[in-house]
């Protein structure tokens, strides 16, 4: 956090502490979430048998790609403008922002459960090519409904930017997640189970925060003023948002749809234990594309455009210097991780993880880069970048799986989110006039290089037990790494004063 703490926004000192406060609280927030989702996904995969795991993960692949039209765009344009009417107190379009998004939300996702539910048993039966597939997809039509309340509650509050409930949200709902699952699951539910634990979390969740929501909106204070206007203005700037939010996940789900149907339902099961593994690295990047969404959008009202470039660069430098050592040490112990948290069933997508972490080291970045174009209006390029991605992405699919299976899935994975990134940081480049600090690149890259060379050689020549070979070898490496990186000036004395130090 010593980036975080002096370097991540420099607007005044009121938004400086803010935004400080905030990226560290989304950050632990983000790791919490991270650990339970994996922790569920362990459960599942332990639990149920491979082709129900693949099973559940096909039909949510499947759902969540309709729910791409979720709301048209309008969940992230709410915090957006939320963000923005909030800084120019303007509280009575606030007000009316909130209840258009609600029923332009409901109109969509409404007719979207109407269309799932009646096409769930063709889908069973010549897609999935199971019965036991319909009744899921019944399930997650209950699903859809009842997570657009979640989803819009914790919408409003990060527009607020009451960040410390915006984080609390996600975790609480995991771990209602988690028990009601182990409940389902020695209830003997099967592959049910974790459908009804998701409803349940939803409802319980957005009970739990129903006083601090109407505490923070005050909702009978001010009056709806042309809602019909709003919607407009909702849906021309969230209509090209459709991909962000789900950005990252939308290639996942077309992989496990073409895999759904050239490949068998075990191999999905693989997939889906191995992608997940390798998003989990994301999650530095996400929690500060969180926090850079609504205050990029504050500094770009406030015609404070070099604050966003040094915001960026300075965000660049923190998920790489913790991001790239982790990836390159998991990959090197690959087999050994997979085998010890999903089972020896799982080992086969050792090689297929490392592709994925390759592409995900890059994709940590380009989410950033995401935020930052969506705070500042940039919604088309936004829209733009990630469908070319996406279309490339099922190209590939379709010319790969059919002979590669899930390794083709990998590589046309971590290919598109490589482009992703390529794309929108020359657009923040050439339009923006964001520069990026290429010393501190390739400091950063010759580093973490340094630090898998040590590892790999510790692994070779020690031999002590696996746990204490990986413990030693990431203690001796890691703090080769941190010397180097204080010899190369990328993190310095100063910087860790500055973290130290009362305010």
């Given at each position: 956090t010593f980036i975080i703490k002096h370097n991540f926004l420099i607007f005044n000192v009121s938004i400086e502490k803010r935004t400080t406060k905030a990226a560290l609280i989304v950050s632990v927030a983000?790791?919490?979430?991270?650990?339970?989702?994996?922790?569920?996904?362990?459960?599942?995969?332990?639990?149920?048998?491979?082709a129900d795991y693949g099973l559940f993960y096909a039909v949510f692949a499947v759902v969540q790609l309709f729910l791409f039209f979720e709301g048209f765009g309008t969940p992230t344009a709410l915090v957006k403008f939320i963000s923005q009417f909030k800084s120019q107190e303007e509280y009575g379009k606030i007000k009316t922002i909130i209840f258009s998004t609600f029923f332009i939300q409901l109109i969509s996702l409404s007719f979207i459960s109407l269309i799932l539910y009646l096409i769930a048993p063709f889908l069973a039966e010549h897609y999935f090519k199971t019965s036991a597939a319909e009744l899921l997809i019944k399930l997650f039509v209950l699903y859809i409904l009842l997570g657009?309340?979640?989803?819009?509650?914790?919408?409003?509050?990060?527009g607020f930017q009451k960040f410390k409930i915006f984080a609390l949200m996600e975790p609480i709902r995991l771990i209602i997640v988690i028990f009601s699952l182990f409940i389902l699951l020695a209830l003997d539910y099967g592959v049910l189970a974790p459908i009804l634990a998701?409803?349940?979390?939803?409802?319980?969740?957005?009970?739990?925060?129903?006083?601090?929501?109407?505490?923070?909106?005050?909702?009978?204070?001010?009056?709806?003023?042309?809602?019909?206007?709003?919607?407009?203005?909702?849906?021309?700037?969230?209509?090209?948002?459709?991909?962000v939010g789900v950005s990252s996940k939308v290639i996942s789900y077309l992989d496990t749809i073409v895999l759904t149907y050239f490949i068998g339902l075990d191999q999905v099961g693989i997939y889906n234990a191995i992608l997940p593994s390798s998003l989990i690295f994301l999650f530095l990047g996400n929690a500060l594309a969180n926090v850079l969404l609504p205050v990029s959008s504050e500094l770009w009202v406030s015609k404070l455009k070099d604050k966003i470039s040094s915001s960026l660069n300075n965000a660049y430098k923190f998920v790489?210097?913790?991001?790239?050592?982790?990836?390159?040490?998991?990959?090197?112990y690959a087999e050994f991780f997979i085998g010890f948290v999903f089972g020896e069933g799982f080992v086969p997508g050792?090689?297929?993880?490392?592709i994925l972490l390759i592409g995900v080291a890059f994709?940590?970045?380009?989410?950033?880069?995401?935020?930052?174009?969506?705070?500042?209006?940039?919604?088309?390029?936004?829209?733009?970048?990630?469908?070319?991605a996406s279309i490339i992405n099922l190209i590939l699919n379709l010319i790969l799986i059919p002979s590669f299976g899930i390794m083709g899935a990998a590589v046309s994975t971590s290919f598109s989110y490589i482009l992703v990134l390529a794309f929108n940081y020359n657009f923040i480049k050439e339009k923006m006039g964001v520069?990026?600090?290429?010393?501190?690149?390739?400091?950063?890259?010759?580093?973490?290089?340094?630090?898998?060379l040590i590892l790999l050689?510790?692994?070779?020549?020690?031999?002590?037990?696996?746990?204490?070979?990986?413990?030693f070898g990431i203690l001796v490496s890691g703090a080769v790494y941190v010397l180097f990186m204080f010899k190369m000036k990328v993190i310095t004395i100063s910087e860790l004063r500055r973290l130290v130090r009362k305010e």
């Open positions: 983000g790791i919490v979430v991270v650990l339970l989702s994996y922790l569920l996904r362990v459960i599942l995969a332990r639990t149920l048998t491979l657009f309340l979640f989803k819009l509650t914790r919408g409003i509050f990060n998701f409803n349940i979390a939803w409802i319980l969740t957005v009970l739990f925060f129903v006083i601090p929501l109407f505490k923070t909106v005050k909702f009978s204070k001010y009056k709806i003023s042309k809602p019909y206007l709003m919607g407009r203005k909702l849906l021309k700037f969230g209509f090209p948002l459709m991909f790489l210097f913790f991001t790239l050592p982790l990836i390159l040490a998991v990959m090197i050792a090689n297929v993880f490392r994709f940590s970045i380009a989410v950033m880069n995401n935020s930052i174009l969506v705070g500042v209006g940039k919604t088309k390029t936004v829209m733009k970048i990630l469908i070319s520069s990026l600090n290429k010393s501190n690149i390739v400091k950063l890259v010759i580093g973490s290089l340094i630090f898998a050689i510790l692994k070779s020549v020690v031999d002590w037990g696996i746990w204490y070979e990986l413990i």
